[in-house]
T-cell receptor, first 114, second 113 residues
Framework: DTAVSQTPKYLVTQMGNDKSIKCEQN?????MYWYKQDSKKFLKIMFS???????INETVPNRFSPKSPDKAHLNLHINSLELGDSAVYFC?????????????FGDGTRLSIL | GNSVTQMEGPVTLSEEAFLTINCTYT??????LFWYVQYPGEGLQLLLK?????DKGSNKGFEATYRKETTSFHLEKGSVQVSDSAVYFC????????????FGKGTHLIIQP
């Protein structure tokens, strides 16, 4: 069984549209994350979510909003998509907020804006 | 703030060669250190980790030692295989978890038969 699963794997859409990416983890983890990987493979944290506490990277535009219906899910909503949003988005989860807890990653969602 | 610096790639080696990918970090406190690997078209997989100074993480023939005095966590493998071709990321977690991982820019490793 896949531990962290994201859907869709590929998302192609027009500029200005609103889209969502879903993430589910079956590891029983308390903390979930979203990362953005740009065209040069650089990974940067966007959000972390733990026990209803949301930590937002200050560089993330407010067009991006994470939503967590329950502990096993952290979905990413993006409004008014822009060309610069084209990237691969990774969801991850970890068993706690201690620094020795490794994060488990999904396979990524490749978002392409036309 | 936290930062991770790793050698830029691509790194091209022949099969059975010795591998070193350098990684140094800047962080407050006592971070945990990780190496992740990303195979083409896939997500990141944890390769190994070390949570305190002088710890050695190892997995699948890869090793890295947490060196606090040099703020380094270099990845090594004695004999690489074609199947090791991937992008390798050094990362740190400075604690609290809420800040997420801080990644290096990744090193693309290409192993030729």
């Amino acid at each position: 069984d896949t531990a962290v699963s994201q859907t869709p794997k590929y998302l192609v859409t027009q500029m200005g549209n609103d889209k969502s990416i879903k993430c589910e983890q079956n590891l029983g983890h308390d903390t979930m994350y979203w990362y953005k990987q740009d065209s040069k493979k650089f990974l940067k944290i966007m959000f972390s979510y733990n026990n209803k506490e949301l930590i937002i990277n200050e560089t993330v535009p407010n067009r991006f909003s994470p939503k967590s219906p329950d502990k096993a899910h952290l979905n990413l909503h993006i409004n008014s998509l822009e060309l610069g949003d084209s990237a691969v988005y990774f969801c991850a989860s970890s068993g706690g907020t201690g620094s020795n807890q490794p994060q488990h990653f999904g396979d990524g969602t490749r978002l392409s804006i036309l | 703030g936290n930062s991770v610096t790793q050698m830029e790639g691509p790194v091209t080696l022949s099969e059975e060669a010795f591998l070193t990918i350098n990684c140094t970090y800047t962080a407050t406190g006592y971070p945990s250190l990780f190496w992740y690997v990303q195979y083409p078209g896939e997500g990141l997989q944890l390769l190994l980790k070390a949570t305190k100074a002088d710890d050695k993480g190892s997995n699948k023939g890869f090793e890295a030692t947490y060196r606090k005095e040099t703020t380094s966590f270099h990845l090594e493998k004695g004999s690489v295989q074609v199947s090791d071709s991937a992008v390798y990321f050094c990362a740190l977690d400075s604690g609290g978890g809420a800040d997420g991982l801080t990644f290096g820019k990744g090193t693309h490793l290409i192993i030729q038969p």
